[in-house]
Structures are given as structure tokens and as C-alpha cells.
């Protein structure tokens, strides 16, 4: 069994894939302080509240976080007898580099899902990214990333709005009944709502007209499903994508002797 864990700045998320789908995701949040032992005796807890008596042979790794990836690389020698995959090392292959200036180093999780979008729905594409920062990955015909946009994201706006105005406090992200709010939640509510598919929209629009040709939307993470609400603005929405990229990645480095 594979375990593919995905590490962001927020939350860490582990899924277990068994060659065809996954058995079983789990969620934490991430912090650096976590120790290899800490994270197994989460894992496994969970594994066993579920059921889930299945072997760990494998390991593949994106974090946005560096500080973590050694913790990680503990959990899979120690618990997995295994040496995990990590991508954006040397070690890593990707069935497509990506093609970005000179001494850029991509994030990892925009890698992965530039080869999951890839895989799913070929080349020409824009992955809208909704996480800590909403980003815009640019696909190839061949797979390759490459380049994109970087905004900030969504709860993270909030938070701002919040921190700089005491007088505005916390609201949830959703989807307004009215453009026009009559109380200060449903104003903040619609600025946010409303401003990131505007943001969604213009700035995938000029992706497109850059590159010249036509090219597909894909949506992903915890609000794209949300913002697919607002307005025609993805092609699809996957909300594993990052988890399936991870199997793609894994499985070329087999296909490849490379593991």
C-alpha cells in the first residue's frame, strides 16, 4: 500500500492508496513540532478506528513546508521500513520538468498538480489552487508546469480584514443571497464571495489570452466546489487532485527503475 502525504501550510492530509483508489484520507493540522512518533500514533489510531488492517510499504511525499519533511522521512524508515519519495528533490522524477527561469524552485504541490491535472485531463490547462494562497498553475500540452500566479487566499483575506479593521469580525466564506449587503457580515460575505470570482475570472482570462489557445480550468481545493457556485468559472473541479498527482509522480519512479 502506498501512503501519499500532502503537507501544506495549513493542514496535512494523508490518504492511502491501494492501486486503484483511496481507502481512506486523514487530516491534521500542520506543525513542525510534530514528532515521527506522534504522527504514527495518529495514523494508526485512526487506521484502526476504521477498520483498515493494510500494510505500508510505500511513501511519497509533498510538503510546503520544509521544517516537517524530516519528521516524515522519520515516520516512513521507522514505522514503514520504507525511504519516502519526496518530491522536488533530485531524487524525484516528474514525468514532465517544469520550464520556469533559472534557479526558480517550484513549490511542490503546484508540481503535483500540474502531473495530476496532466493525467486527467491532458495538457492547455489552468489549475486554480483555493489554499493559504490561491494559486494558478499553468499546464503544458506535455504535462509540464509552466508558471502561474500567486494571490493570497481566501480565509487568509479574511484574517487581514479582520486583524486591520477591529471592527470586522470573523465571517464564514459563502455564497451571499444579494451582491449588495444590508449588515456587515453579508458586506464582508460579498466582497470576499464576489471578489474571488472576479479575481478567478480576470486573472484566467489573461492566462488565456497570453498563451494564445484555448485552454481548460480545473478547480481544486476545500472552496472550489464553493466558488463553482458563483459563476461558470472551472471546466471541473477535483477535489483529490493532489492526492491523485502524488500517484501519478509515484508510479512514473516505478515505471521508471527508480524505485
Known amino acids: 500500500m502506498l501512503l501519499c502525504i500532502d503537507c501544506g501550510n495549513t493542514n496535512t492530509v494523508f490518504s492511502v492508496w491501494d492501486g486503484t483508489r483511496f481507502l481512506a484520507t486523514f487530516r491534521t493540522a500542520t506543525d513542525h513540532r510534530t514528532t515521527a512518533d506522534q504522527y504514527y500514533v495518529w ?3 485512526l487506521m484502526t478506528h476504521h477498520k483498515l488492517d493494510v500494510p505500508i510499504t510505500e511513501v511519497i511525499v509533498s510538503s510546503t ?3 516537517v519533511v524530516f519528521n516524515l522521512r522519520v515516520l516512513a524508515d521507522r514505522y514503514f521500513g520504507t525511504r519516502p519519495l519526496v ?3 533530485p531524487d524525484c522524477l516528474l514525468p514532465a520538468p517544469p520550464r520556469v527561469d533559472e534557479g526558480t524552485q517550484v513549490g511542490p504541490d503546484r508540481l503535483v498538480n500540474a502531473a495530476g491535472a496532466h493525467d486527467r485531463h491532458g495538457g492547455d490547462l489552468i489549475v486554480v489552487d483555493f489554499g493559504t494562497a490561491t ?8 504535462g509540464a508546469y509552466v508558471g502561474g500566479v500567486i494571490a493570497p487566499g481566501v ?3 479574511l484574517e487581514a480584514l479582520h486583524l486591520a479593521a477591529a471592527a470586522l469580525p470573523h465571517v464564514d466564506v459563502t455564497k451571499p443571497q444579494r451582491v449588495i449587503g444590508t449588515n456587515t457580515v453579508a458586506c464582508m460575505q460579498s466582497g470576499v464571495f464576489w471578489g474571488y470570482v472576479g479575481l478567478v475570472r480576470e486573472i ?5 489570452l497570453e498563451c494564445e489557445r484555448p485552454m481548460r480550468v480545473i ?3 476545500g472552496l472550489a466546489s464553493l466558488f463553482m457556485t458563483g459563476d461558470v468559472l472551472f471546466d471541473g473541479v477535483e477535489d483529490d487532485l493532489t492526492m491523485h498527482g502524488l500517484t501519478v509522480i509515484h508510479k512514473y519512479n516505478k515505471d521508471q527503475g527508480n524505485i
Open 43 to 45: 495514523f494508526s489510531s
Open 155 to 157: 480565509n487568509l483575506s
Open 204 to 208: 484566467t482570462e489573461r492566462i488565456k
Open 87 to 89: 518530491v522536488g528533490k
Open 219 to 221: 478547480g481544486t481545493g
Open 65 to 67: 513546508v520544509p521544517r
Open 135 to 142: 494559486t494558478f498553475d499553468v499546464v503544458a500540452p506535455d
